[in-house]
């Protein structure tokens, strides 16, 4: 049973358009992320949610916008997808904010064209 | 504000020798420090942890790091390593609070050939 599942793995999609991913966790936790990894490999935080609620939220750009209707659930939405916006998008957990480590999910890799 | 620097973006090592990870960290507050690892097209996956206590950190696949406050060091290390280590490594560091989050270093790849 996976811990933090996130859909798709893959999503390839035009210049423009609106997508969405999805994350959901099993694992009872209160806290949920986003972070992107981009094309060197850094790792960067988005957004953080504790038991619902918006608690960080980094410098991105406002065509980014997470959604967590509960929290077991953290998704992300992103209008006009621009060709900067490819990366890969990791979801994670943890019990506590910025304590005792997260557990990721495997990505979503995404590709504008 | 919290920071973290690998020194090192890649190390290549024959297999069966040690390697040292190196990673150094920047905080106002006390700390918490994490090692991950990423292998290819995959997510992150927690090798060890230093959150209090023994400042030798035992972790997964025989890992271990050591937390040194006066060199505000964590460096990774293995004895023995195997082809299978091949991957990406990431220090990462986090302290308490609510708007707390996990910062990571830039990663260092750690190429292990026979």
């Known amino acids: 049973d996976t811990a933090v599942s996130q859909t798709p793995k893959y999503l390839v999609t035009q210049m423009g358009n609106d997508k969405s991913i999805k994350c959901e966790q099993n694992?009872?936790?209160?806290?949920m992320y986003w972070y992107k990894q981009d094309s060197k490999k850094f790792l960067k935080i988005m957004f953080s949610?504790?038991?619902?609620?918006?608690?960080i939220n980094e410098t991105v750009p406002n065509r980014f916008s997470p959604k967590s209707p509960d929290k077991a659930h953290l998704n992300l939405h992103i209008n006009s997808l621009e060709l900067g916006d490819s990366a890969v998008y990791f979801c994670?957990?943890?019990?506590?904010?910025?304590?005792?480590?997260?557990?990721f999910g495997s990505g979503t890799r995404l590709t504008v064209v | 504000a919290q920071s973290v620097t690998q020194l090192d973006s890649q190390v290549p090592v024959f297999e069966e020798a040690p390697v040292e990870l190196r990673c150094n960290y920047s905080?106002?507050?006390?700390?918490?420090l994490f090692w991950y690892v990423q292998y290819p097209n995959q997510g992150l996956q927690l090798l060890l942890k230093?959150?209090?206590?023994?400042?030798l950190v035992k972790g997964i696949n025989g890992f271990e790091a050591e937390f040194n406050k006066s060199q505000t060091s964590f460096h990774l290390r293995k004895p023995s390593v195997h082809i299978s280590d091949t991957a990406e490594y990431f220090c990462?560091?986090?302290?308490?609070?609510?708007?707390?989050?996990?910062?990571f270093g830039t990663g260092t790849r750690l190429q292990v050939t026979l």
């Open positions: 905080s106002s507050v006390s700390v918490y």
């Open positions: 694992l009872g936790h209160d806290t």
């Open positions: 230093y959150l209090s206590g023994s400042t």
């Open positions: 994670a957990s943890s019990q506590a904010p910025g304590g005792d480590g997260y557990t």
């Open positions: 949610y504790n038991n619902k609620e918006l608690i």
């Open positions: 990462a560091v986090s302290h308490t609070g609510t708007a707390s989050k996990l910062t």
